[in-house]
Nanobody, 115 residues
Framework: QVQLVESGGGFVQAGGSLRLSCAAS????????MGWYRQGPGNQRDLVAT???????NYADSVKGRFTISRDSAKNTLDLQMNSLKPEDTAVYYC?????????WGQGAQVTVSS
């Protein structure tokens, strides 16, 4: 059974930084990609950033130049460095893992950015 656990969310003022981390455990193999998604109040869950097993990254336009996704394959961890945060970045952030055998979600981490 695969489990994803996020950490590092919190409260920050606009312009500040936060770093989210995701630890994956269990039987993990044949990884296609990992990523971060977010869901704001009343909104759908949207892609923030993804990283493939080969290291290719993809970002939502709204976070390009401010957020950086990284992955440690040996440790099965995924990070999201978030800089220059804006109030519109306020959301629950979810870690996501897609493998050949299934899709997995973390429980979510709240990020709140005040103006």
């Amino acid at each position: 059974q695969v489990q994803l656990v996020e950490s590092g969310g919190g409260f920050v003022q606009a312009g500040g930084s936060l770093r989210l981390s995701c630890a994956a455990s269990g039987s993990i193999s044949a990884v296609n990609f990992m990523g971060w998604y977010r869901q704001g109040p009343g909104n759908q869950r949207d892609l923030v950033a993804t990283i493939t097993s080969g290291g290719a990254t993809n970002y939502a336009d709204s976070v390009k130049g401010r957020f950086t996704i990284s992955r440690d394959s040996a440790k099965n961890t995924l990070d999201l460095q978030m800089n220059s945060l804006k109030p519109e970045d306020t959301a629950v952030y979810y870690c996501y893992l897609r493998t050949r055998y299934g899709n997995y979600w973390g429980q979510g981490a709240q990020v709140t950015v005040s103006s």
